[in-house]
């Protein structure tokens, strides 16, 4: 892909893992370590975003929170949620698994890369219709 996407992952690892996965892959990344840093970068940010890639606890504004503050300035943004935690406990931070697109971790890279292309795709094709 060459997509536009903002990563937003408190945890410096996966950060890492994932960002560097998503540019080697030929995406363009931006990163946040919370949600406040991830609102500062997109406002800050003047070209177009396709998709946030957000976990869904963080201290502070959760993914659910980012999400929806981004998507009332860029309402056609793609949205993908990440979490380790348990259904219950992703559900209690407004992420309902039929209506999101989640990704579960751990993950790996493959699958990184394919939920993401997948999420994208799926925006690009009802723009379409």
Do not use: C, W
């Not at 406002?43 to 201290?59: A, K, Q």
Request: glycine share 8%.
């Amino acid at each position: 892909g060459t997509e536009m996407i903002l990563v937003v992952e408190d945890e410096a690892p996966v950060r890492r893992i994932v960002a560097r996965t998503l540019a080697a892959s030929g995406y363009r990344v931006l990163v946040a370590e919370d949600g406040e840093d991830a609102l500062e970068l997109e406002r800050s940010y003047e070209g177009h975003i396709d998709l946030v890639l957000t976990d869904v606890v963080m201290p502070g504004m959760g993914g659910r929170q980012v999400a929806d503050a981004i998507r009332i300035r860029r309402p056609g943004v793609g949205i993908l949620f990440m979490s380790g935690y348990t259904d219950d406990e992703v559900v209690r931070h407004g992420v309902l698994a039929l209506e999101d697109a989640l990704l579960q971790k751990p993950f790996t890279p493959p699958l990184l890369l394919r939920k993401v292309r997948e999420v994208l795709d799926a925006k690009a094709s009802s723009r379409r219709n």
